[in-house]
T-cell receptor, first 113, second 114 residues
Framework: AQSVTQLDSQVPVFEEAPVELRCNYSSSVSVYLFWYVQYPNQGLQLLLKYLSGSTLVKGINGFEAEFNKSQTSFHLRKPSVHISDTAEYFCAVRASGNTPLVFGKGTRLSVIA | EAQVTQNPRYLITVTGKKLTVTCSQNMNHEYMSWYRQDPGLGLRQIYYSMNVEVTDKGDVPEGYKVSRKEKRNFPLILESPSPNQTSLYFC?????????????FGSGTRLTVV
């Protein structure tokens, strides 16, 4: 079965600094990868997804992620964070075929003014 | 607007008193799922449904029931709630059970069992 590891449970960063949230998944022949964001007191919303093609995926709010097959990683990055980016971020993976979406445990990003 | 609607948003109940959390989607999605979110544990799947009348257990099904009598609705039933079911619950849906679709989530139900 697929598994997802988010290496950092909490990431504090100063406003306008760059950030990287790390995500590794267990290997599979073919996977679909997602990042979700959960703002305080809200549900999860899709930030970006990798299905195929270019390994660099751009999402909403200036975030991007890079699929690295050899390292089985899908790290999320933003060059300059804002206070409004404070949220919990979840990485998720879905293998091809009849398999459900598997979520990581989340990384809480705190942006400090 | 395409959405997943959960009710109620907040619920405080007593141990043993049966309750139902409703979930409805207006996107004609086949796949629906319930998760609970707890600090440090992330999202854990409770039950899911591939289609009408087709449901199956997720990772943490004990103490919960579900039903899928019609495509749009997927209620979560706690027959005899206990304090360890205090949690934040999310319903999600997807067009199909597999493939390259992500999930659409509801806004969540915060349940407290005292």
């Amino acid at each position: 079965a697929q598994s997802v590891t988010q290496l950092d449970s909490q990431v504090p960063v100063f406003e306008e600094a760059p950030v990287e949230l790390r995500c590794n998944y267990s290997s599979s022949v073919s996977v679909y990868l997602f990042w979700y964001v959960q703002y305080p007191n809200q549900g999860l919303q899709l930030l970006l997804k990798y299905l195929s093609g270019s390994t660099l995926v751009k999402g909403i709010n200036g975030f991007e992620a890079e699929f690295n097959k050899s390292q089985t990683s899908f790290h999320l990055r933003k060059p300059s964070v804002h206070i409004s980016d404070t949220a919990e971020y979840f990485c998720a993976v879905r293998a091809s075929g009849n398999t459900p979406l598997v979520f990581g445990k989340g990384t809480r990003l705190s942006v400090i003014a | 607007e395409a959405q997943v609607t959960q009710n109620p948003r907040y619920l405080i109940t007593v141990t043993g008193k049966k309750l139902t959390v409703t979930c409805s989607q207006n996107m004609n999605h086949e796949y629906m799922s319930w998760y609970r979110q707890d600090p440090g544990l992330g999202l854990r799947q409770i039950y899911y449904s591939m289609n009408v009348e087709v449901t199956d257990k997720g990772d943490v099904p004990e103490g919960y029931k579900v039903s899928r009598k019609e495509k749009r609705n997927f209620p979560l039933i706690l027959e005899s709630p206990s304090p360890n079911q205090t949690s934040l619950y999310f319903c999600a849906s997807s067009p199909t059970p597999w493939g390259n679709y992500g999930y659409t989530f509801g806004s969540g139900t915060r349940l407290t069992v005292v």
